[in-house]
Every structure is written in structure tokens, then in C-alpha cells.
């Protein structure tokens, strides 16, 4: 029970590392599938903010993120960021190693 407890625990915690670190990616949006969007009418599988944990039996971490990223930016370079700097965060505040951190760009915005 108390394992079970404890790695509720990290989930949430990591869940919180991830939005903060995507806010302070230069190029990031925002997490998640925005209501009304095509990736909304056809996902199945979501999340409340568009974040999926996993830690499988090794202690490790394999995240899934859904991302909306601005505009102007190059995807392949924001995307390694973004996952280089979560992996980064996560291992350097939670007793975890990170497996996998797979990015899903779900939308683009544009300036106003």
C-alpha cells in the first residue's frame, strides 16, 4: 500500500515538473488537446492536462505530453529541447531516471 501511495505521489509531483518546465520552453503554448480542436473530435485516449505517467517496474519514467506550439519555431529542434530539459528536471528533483519523453504536437497557434 505504502509503494502504491508513494508513486501516486510522484506522479503528481512529475506531472507538475512537466508544466512547468514546457512554460519556460521558448516556443511551447501550451499542454493538452484545446476543446473544439480536430485532434479533440478524433483523440480517444486523453488525459485532464494532456499528460500521460508511467513508471514501469526498472523506476523509470515514460511520459507522454500533447503540446501546442507557436508558430515560427522549428519543430524537430523545439521538441528535442523540450524533451532534454523535462528528462533534465525530472531526474534532478525526483529519485526517478527517465526512459522515454515521446512529445505529440497537437496544434499551432498563431499570433493575434
Known amino acids: 500500500m505504502e509503494n502504491n501511495v ?3 505521489t510522484y506522479l503528481s509531483i512529475i506531472t ?6 514546457s512554460a519556460r520552453v521558448e516556443g511551447v503554448a501550451s499542454i493538452g ?4 480542436s480536430i485532434m479533440d473530435k478524433f483523440s480517444f485516449k486523453t488525459s485532464d492536462k494532456g499528460i500521460e505517467i508511467e513508471i514501469n ?9 500533447a503540446v501546442n506550439v ?3 519555431y522549428k519543430m524537430p529542434e523545439l521538441i528535442s529541447r523540450l524533451q532534454d530539459y523535462i528528462k533534465k528536471e ?8 527517465v526512459k522515454s519523453i515521446n512529445i505529440n504536437v497537437v496544434g499551432v497557434t498563431f499570433p493575434s
Open 16 to 21: 507538475s515538473i512537466i508544466t512547468g518546465s
Open 70 to 72: 507557436k508558430f515560427g
Open 6 to 8: 508513494n508513486k501516486e
Open 90 to 97: 525530472v531526474e534532478s528533483t525526483t529519485c526517478y531516471k
Open 57 to 65: 517496474n526498472n523506476q523509470q519514467v515514460i511520459a507522454t505530453i
Open 33 to 36: 488537446i484545446e476543446n473544439g
